[in-house]
């Protein structure tokens, strides 16, 4: 693939434009953009990787617009009032979303692997895109989350490949509804459950991902994928269940690996990874079975998947010190946090468990089952912090914050639950309470800084 226009990417910085960006560089297109942080002094990295990659930088003013061929690339939430925008109006330039430009990419591509689901597909889309690319496949990948197999010391921040072998492998999201403009090869469906949108939107939309895919893989242990995919053909399941095309069995669970035995058509495999938890070994099938349908051989794939690293901010463990351990995990929705809390209670230990909500309106629509989750998964040993939701400005409903959650966790639940509403002082609190043999998990969504926080709270116990 190549690309000779010029785009401006507003938010460059954000964790789906910022490997987009990258894509669209490594093709030969011109690209420049502007982001908040980037104005703010933050996440300095962060921008010099995308410098150092050959695109130019500018403050949100306006000022990197000065052609109307110039494409700009935004959120269709921004206003017209932002200064790109207003500026790429009255030059004439061409507007985008993220999505559309994604979509755009990745149709025009001979074959596409799509990987939706409320939870899980960054995940699954890192560990395909790791198989086929150790599979010779020279995939191009899309990801929301840094690969850490693709991550090295020259690109800290790989949420992205380019490959030249035709074949394009991308996480989707159903959240903005987005996903209703792919059209995959094979539409892998993680699950269906509660996060962003009511049950209903998410069922549409799911389904007709599913019915525009010339094949789906989908999670035979999902109740809602179950439903929406009886009697569907040209589809592979994959699961613990009985019936699920790729198998898993006799899953072993351990502190930082998880193994099991997968039964498909009648073969068996021995699959080991170097990564924890009863849902990454879903992630691992779900994977597996997307190279199956591409038609990848799949000892080699099992071999492969063996050395998966893992996601930043997936179950990262940022250190150890005084046998007290940090976590860095991207759970955010009840379904990504029971994840994170399961793989965590599998085994000895307290939990101190920190949540920050990643904005007051998902509140509004997944407190009550947060609540609930944090309530069945901790116990009174445990401790459990919640901050002040991240808020970057603009017209919200606060009526619904993080003391609504603890106060039905504490009446739900025997954990000891905590709302502090300044961040700093809930890590302040961490630390006193924290004894040898806790885990710290620093959880939540939509904030780069939450890494550093949790990379603080390591160095503070070492005091």
């Not at 982001?35 to 990659?53: T, V």
């Not at 994977?287 to 080699?300: C, I």
Request: net charge negative; charged share 25%; aromatic share 6%.
């Amino acid at each position: 693939m190549s690309n000779t226009k010029s785009y401006f990417f507003c938010g460059i910085g954000g964790s789906g434009m910022l490997p987009l960006a990258t894509i669209l560089a490594e093709q030969g297109a011109e690209v420049a953009g502007s982001d908040r942080a980037l104005d703010q002094g933050r996440l300095g990295a962060k921008f010099e990787y995308l410098q150092a990659r050959g695109m130019d930088l500018f403050a949100q003013d306006g000022s990197g617009l000065s052609r109307g061929e110039q494409i700009l690339v935004a959120s269709a939430a921004i206003e017209d009032s932002v200064p790109d925008v207003a500026k790429a109006k009255a030059l004439g330039c061409a507007r985008m979303t993220r999505a559309q430009l994604l979509a755009e990419l990745f149709n025009a591509s001979p074959r596409s692997v799509a990987v939706g689901g409320t939870s899980g597909k960054s995940t699954v889309t890192g560990m395909i895109g790791w198989i086929a690319s150790e599979l010779s496949c020279d995939p191009t990948i899309m990801n929301g989350a840094v690969m850490r197999n693709f991550a090295d010391a020259e690109a800290p921040f790989a949420s992205s490949q380019v490959g030249k072998g035709g074949l394009f492998i991308s996480e989707v999201d159903e959240s903005d509804g987005s996903i209703a403009l792919f059209q995959p090869e094979i539409a892998v469906l993680n699950n269906i459950t509660l996060d962003h949108k009511s049950l209903d939107e998410l069922r549409q939309l799911f389904g007709d991902f599913a019915a525009r895919a010339t094949c789906t893989v989908w999670n035979a242990d999902d109740a809602e994928s179950v439903a929406l995919m009886k009697g569907k053909s040209k589809a592979v399941s994959f699961g613990f269940a009985e019936n699920a095309d790729y198998r898993a069995v006799d899953l072993v669970e351990a502190p930082l690996s998880v193994e099991f035995r997968l039964l498909v058509k009648g073969a068996e495999y021995a699959v080991k990874m170097a990564v924890p938890g009863r849902h990454n070994a879903a992630n691992a099938l779900a994977a597996l079975a997307a190279s199956g349908a591409l038609g990848l051989d799949l000892e080699k794939a099992v071999a492969a998947i063996g050395q998966y690293k893992g996601l930043a901010r997936r179950f990262e463990i940022i250190g150890t010190t005084r046998d007290i351990t940090v976590i860095d995990d991207f759970g955010h929705n009840p379904d990504k946090i029971s994840a994170t809390l399961d793989t965590l209670k599998a085994f000895p230990g307290r939990v101190i468990a920190f949540f920050q909500p990643h904005g007051f309106g998902p509140l509004r629509v997944m407190g009550k089952e947060l609540a609930e989750v944090f309530a069945a998964k901790l116990d009174k040993e445990d401790r459990l912090f919640l901050c002040d939701p991240v808020y970057f400005g603009g017209t919200v409903d606060k009526s619904i914050g993080s003391d609504s959650v603890v106060a039905d966790v504490n009446r739900m639940g025997t954990v000891h639950a905590h709302h502090v509403a300044d961040r700093a002082e809930c890590a302040r609190q961490m630390v006193d309470v924290a004894i040898p043999g806790d885990r710290i998990v620093i959880m939540g969504a939509r904030d780069d800084t939450l890494s550093a926080f949790a990379a603080e709270i390591l160095e503070n116990l070492r005091r």
